[in-house]
Structures are given as C-alpha cells and as structure tokens.
C-alpha cells in the first residue's frame, strides 16, 4: 500500500523531525482516520517495508503512540490498535491529529461547547484580575491581529496569541492549562476559516473582549466573549455552506 497524497505533504511538513517523527505521523493520521481500525494488528514487516524504516525506528514510533494511549503490544497478540477511549485525547499531538483530519463529524462542534463554557468565564476573571503586562500582551496580540490583513498564517498566529494571552490573564494555572486543547483545535479552525476568501475582520470581536479587561468590568468581558463566539460558529457555518455550494457546481 503506497502513502496517500496528503500522507506524503505530512511526511515533507515533518522532515526536520526526521524519519522517527515522519513515522509517528503517518501510523497516527492512519488511526485516527481509522485507516487503521481499533482493534487491529499491525504487521509490523509490511509496515517497515511500506515506510522504510528500520524496524527500530518503527518501533520506536509505536512506543510513542503506545504513550499516548493509542497502540499496546501483548504476547501472542503482537502490537495493536486501542480503543479510542483509551487514547489520551488531551494530548496536544493526539489533539492535532484528530482536527487536522476533520475525520469525527461534530468535533468542532465539542470545541465550540468547550470554549462557551471556559472562555466567557477566564474573560470575567481576565477583568478582575489581569494587570498592566496581561492588557499589554492582549494589545500586542490585537495589533498583530490588525496588521496580518489577509495573510492567513500571520492571522492565524495573532488569534492564537490572543486567546493564549486572554488564559494567561486569568492567573488559574488550571485554566491555563486548557491552552492545550483550545489552541490545537483552534488552530485548525482558524486554518480554515482564514484561508477562505472574505473572512469576517475579527479586529473588532477581539477589541470589545479587551475594552471589557480593560475597564476591569467582568459581565461586559463575559459578555464579548459570548458574542465572538457566535462570530466565530457563523464563520464556519459560512465556509461549510460555500464548501457544500462549491461541490454542487
């Protein structure tokens, strides 16, 4: 079985990983796509003949997705794939993995419900609690925002920066660490969203977020949140509708 083509872009985007990382990401897009389904043995010889690799470098490649919850090996068994429920899917790669596919309908709908229930809540305490550098870092996150123009990437980078800045804000170092699954997913979202043609400038849902920080008004910070939220589920409610447009001409 030859590398499919986007299997080949992932094996170019990770060659400063080297062969060891271009191996993990090619048996991890294969699970999580379910490629390779749960419950699946591995063969291990065809798989080292497929990528070829040596078999310790395959081997290591399994140990770090056995890590992650992903694959175990058992005496006469041999190596195979563990039940998604097993998986450590707040694993920022396994995270990854998972949006960089799409391949589970209703996943960003699951990032959307998380973000309505931590973020309003991290911007009423970024209100009551952020100090000078906190509202400092926001503004630089707001103006790199406004400069990236219809550059993706640098949109891309300044959102995530925001919203890194708005959990730092919060000084909950529990919140803090939810970083991890807002960020990949938000990642991949934004990737989408700003890649498309004509995305909604994201300047001003931002800005209003700040003002509320700003004035130390937590209800008006909550409240700006819920509202760039809403922006965000009609972003890829527009782009989906153009996808599904696209497809019927």
Do not use: C
Not at 190 to 209: L, N, Q
């Amino acid at each position: 079985m030859t590398a499919q083509p986007w299997e080949r872009q992932r094996m170019q985007q990770y060659t400063a990983r080297g062969v060891h990382g271009q191996t993990v990401e090619l048996l991890a897009q294969r699970i999580v796509t379910g490629q390779i389904s749960e419950g699946a043995i591995l063969d291990l010889t065809a798989l080292q003949s497929e990528f070829d690799v040596s078999l310790t470098v395959l081997r290591e490649a399994l140990r770090v997705l056995a890590a992650k919850g992903m694959v175990d090996a058992r005496p006469k068994r041999g190596t195979f794939v563990r039940p998604r429920a097993a998986w450590s899917l707040l694993d920022a790669d396994v995270l990854r993995w998972q949006f960089a596919r799409a391949h589970r309908p209703g996943l960003f709908d699951d990032l959307h419900e998380l973000r309505s229930i931590v973020e309003p809540g991290a911007a009423s305490l970024a209100a009551a609690r952020a100090t000078d550098e906190d509202i400092a870092a926001l503004d630089a996150a707001l103006a790199d925002m406004a400069d990236a123009g219809a550059d993706p990437l640098a949109a891309v980078a300044a959102d995530l920066a925001f919203h890194r800045a708005l959990l730092a804000a919060t000084h909950n170092e529990l919140i803090q660490r939810m970083e991890v699954v807002i960020e990949t997913g938000l990642a991949e979202r934004d990737r989408m969203v700003h890649g498309a043609d004509g995305p909604t400038d994201p300047v001003p849902s931002h800005k209003a977020v700040v003002d509320g920080i700003r004035r130390h008004n937590p209800a008006q910070a909550a409240r700006a949140m819920r509202k760039l939220l809403d922006q965000a589920i009609d972003d890829v409610a527009r782009l989906e509708r153009t996808h599904r447009e696209d497809r019927q001409d």
